[in-house]
């Protein structure tokens, strides 16, 4: 469990029928075997963790396969995520960045705990983030010209030069307009930023008054104030595009893709890293120019809606070769999960029936399953709804 300050002290709680309100938030649940927090078992009679018993054996537990691409790490990390508090602006990097960075750091003698870090290990972190509840995000960059209008439509004159960029009235410096415009508000001058962010804000207040076209926009910009108050962030959101994610609906987030999650409960399933470069909202570690570099302003932030495959069993696609999505909504009888290789099985309703080679497993609701690649076959039933963590293609 992680205890980072935006989480619920609910939602959590509630799916692993612990009491509610818990005594403190918590924001995610992991599952997997990142190092920092690898999920414990029991092996031969004795408590482990999973990155234990995989590093002891890569091939027999990974698969070969895998093995031979991802070494001795599982290459994906499973999380029920809660947020009732807004999340920062972020961007993930490449593999080839994420490699750079941390050799980079380590060359420069940064400790691996040390809180001026962009990079914790050298691997990439694309992530997928399921809806079980209604959940609100920013995701990607909004066209131009949308942006442009959405900073018109609020009247706050600071913002006319920049929205005069977007529209392509005045003449743009090299690259795209976007990075050139997300970072003149990155770089706002200290002395200006507290008037800026006023009168955005009042602007958004006025937008939602008076049921304006960006509304939903700017309720969530409202919300975000409220949660990090004084933060550039704020302006900055205007630059991103907001969807709220209906249950089952996804979001996937490729590397250079600019991004915060705002508010609710999902199924978050990501390459096995912790890598992450933050712009605002938040009291961690920021670094604009990093944040910059690694932003994609024209890279695809889709959401997904997921590929019905029967028997009630639903996939997730994505390019990340890290990990693969499935959805189930099972019976009574049995169906065969998807996936071969190293697998994590999480319920989140009902009672899970897992079996394999004639040994049978029951999951309760909030709770989790290693599968290893021995497992090849297994069966599943319920009634029960789960969701599948596998290796991508």
């Known amino acids: 469990m992680q205890p980072y300050a935006w989480g619920s002290r609910e939602t959590i709680a509630r799916l692993q029928g612990r009491p509610v309100p818990s005594p403190g938030p918590e924001a995610e649940l992991w599952m997997g075997a990142h190092p920092s927090a690898p999920s414990g078992l029991e092996r031969d009679g004795r408590r482990t963790t999973l990155d234990a018993v995989i590093t002891a054996d890569a091939p027999g537990v990974l698969g070969a396969q895998v093995a031979a691409r991802f070494g001795s790490r599982l290459p994906f990390l499973l999380k029920v995520l809660s947020a009732s508090k807004a999340l920062s602006i972020q961007v993930h990097p490449s593999r080839a960045q994420a490699q750079a960075g941390y050799r980079e750091e380590n060359e420069r003698g940064l400790a691996p705990g040390d809180k001026g870090r962009n990079y914790v290990d050298d691997w990439p972190k694309p992530e997928i983030l399921c809806a ?7 995701a990607g960059l909004r066209a131009p010209a949308d942006a442009a209008r959405f ?3 609020l009247a706050v004159p600071e913002l006319e030069p920049l929205a005069a960029l977007l529209a392509g009235d005045r003449a743009d410096a090299r690259g795209d307009v976007r990075a050139t415009v997300l970072a003149r508000v990155l770089s706002w001058p200290a002395g200006q930023r507290e008037a800026l962010i006023r009168d955005v804000v ?17 309720g969530a910009i409202i919300q975000v104030a409220g949660d990090h108050p004084g933060d550039l962030g704020i302006v900055a959101s205007l630059l991103m595009r907001h969807a709220v994610l209906q249950p089952g609906q996804a979001v996937f987030l490729p590397a ?48 997904i809606a997921p590929r019905d495959l ?40 009902g009672t899970l029936t897992l079996t394999a080679a004639g040994a049978t497993l029951k999951l309760g609701q909030g709770e989790s399953a290693f599968l290893s690649a021995a497992d090849a076959t297994v069966t599943a039933a319920g009634p029960a709804e789960a969701f599948i963590a596998t290796v991508g293609g």
């Open 151 to 153: 900073m018109r439509e």
């Open 202 to 218: 009042k602007a958004c207040h006025q937008e939602v008054d008076d049921y304006g076209p960006y509304h939903p926009e700017c």
């Open 310 to 349: 029967g028997n009630g069993i639903a996939a997730y696609d994505t390019p990340a070769p890290e990990f693969r999505l499935y959805r189930a909504a099972l019976g009574a009888g049995p169906v065969t999960l998807p996936g071969d290789g190293p697998r994590l099985v999480l319920s989140v309703d």
């Open 256 to 303: 250079g893709g600019l991004h915060a999650y705002l508010h609710g409960t999902g199924i978050e399933l990501l390459a096995n890293s912790d890598n992450v470069v933050r712009a605002g909202l938040t009291g961690k570690h920021i670094d604009i120019p990093e944040l910059l570099k690694l932003t994609d302003p024209a890279v695809e932030v889709p959401l």
């Open 132 to 138: 079980l509840t209604p959940f609100e995000v920013l």
